[in-house]
């Protein structure tokens, strides 16, 4: 048997403080072949994305304690080379400079298919 020249699938962190959201996502994204870690808040995360290697991040805004974009601030002065979705149900922070250092912006929606698009899109970009 040769060996496969596929590379490993991709590691994604969702970061989410509604559970539910996390499960969708993470047994939607592993459907799709993808390595999905989770965390329920900024600090989690914080704490993963120092610990563990990741090739892309999904990051809620509206959390409680730090919310995403201060998150987003310490992750890219951690890591700057992991990219970053928001993924947020408030779509007027799409306008806010805030944000504009993440890598693609998409509004929650039940149904995950634009998440994923862009996700394949951002991950199939060369490395910062």
């Known amino acids: 048997m040769e060996p496969s020249l596929n590379h490993s699938p991709a590691r994604i962190l969702i970061v989410d403080d509604e559970e539910p959201i996390r499960l969708l996502y993470k047994t939607d994204l592993e459907d799709d072949g993808f390595t999905v870690v989770t965390a329920s808040n900024a600090q989690e995360a914080l ?5 563990e290697p990741l090739d892309l991040i999904v990051l809620d805004i509206k959390m409680p304690g730090m919310d995403g974009i201060e ?17 947020s149900a ?15 912006y998409v509004v929650k929606s039940s149904n995950l298919q634009e998440l994923k698009d862009k996700i394949r899109e951002v991950l199939s970009q060369p490395k910062k």
């Open 47 to 51: 704490d993963i994305v120092e610990d």
């Open 71 to 87: 998150a987003m601030q310490k992750i890219v002065g951690m890591k700057k080379n992991i990219p970053i979705i928001i993924n």
């Open 90 to 104: 408030y779509p007027h922070f799409k306008d806010s400079f805030m944000t504009w250092v993440a890598d693609a």
